[in-house]
């Protein structure tokens, strides 16, 4: 991660875990390595998404810089390993981007949503705010201020309520359609 051959397009995208770190090890343990169940599930919209439907697509590595800025994440923290980490990629027109990562947060849940893993550096003041779950669990990054060993329980206990919900079925006949149909996929 990110993939060997940089790609063009905007799309959405699906990072794996698979290595030992202990609030990982039901989810490591449940997906069993069938890079099934992502810890994380993100988009990179195209550039003429807030000017309307274009049919062509992007052009641009909107996608593989995405999931590029992402393994610069993980390898700027001390408790994570970029080689315990793989993505899927699927580029898609802007039309359906927001649509597919919507649905697929709902369908799996990933731990790390939510967890501010995936927010940019933003302004001068972004030192001086509260720390992110995901940076109180895997400190390290720059530009964002150091969490707290409490910060840090809370994003364990977020890694383990979502993971129990994968083992459970899914009440909703919507999104358990929606899921089985994923998974003939994956």
């Known amino acids: ?13 699906a990072l794996y875990y698979s290595g030992k770190h202990n609030a990982y090890k039901k989810l490591v343990a449940l997906d069993a390595g069938r890079f099934k169940y992502p810890i994380y599930i993100g988009k990179a919209a195209g550039e003429s998404v807030k000017q309307g439907f ?33 993505c899927r990629a699927l580029v898609l027109n802007d039309a359906y981007i927001a649509l597919a990562e919507a649905v ?6 990933p731990p790390w949503n939510g967890m501010s893993f995936g927010s940019k550096v933003v302004g001068k003041n972004r030192m001086l705010g509260k720390p992110a779950l995901w940076d109180s ?44 149909r994923i998974m003939k996929f994956v």
């Open 1 to 13: 991660m990110p993939p060997e051959d940089p790609f063009p397009g905007a799309g959405i995208y």
């Open 54 to 86: 274009n049919p062509h697509g992007s052009s641009k590595r909107k996608l593989y810089d995405r999931i590029a800025q992402h393994a610069a994440s993980i390898e700027e923290v001390d408790n994570l390993d970029l080689k315990d980490f793989c």
């Open 137 to 180: 669990l895997h400190p390290g990054r720059g530009g964002r201020p150091a969490g707290s060993n409490e910060r840090a329980d809370e994003a364990a206990e977020l890694i383990a309520e979502r993971v129990e919900e994968l083992g459970e079925d899914i009440a909703d006949p919507t999104f358990r359609r929606m899921y089985e």
């Open 104 to 109: 697929m947060i709902r369908t799996f849940r």
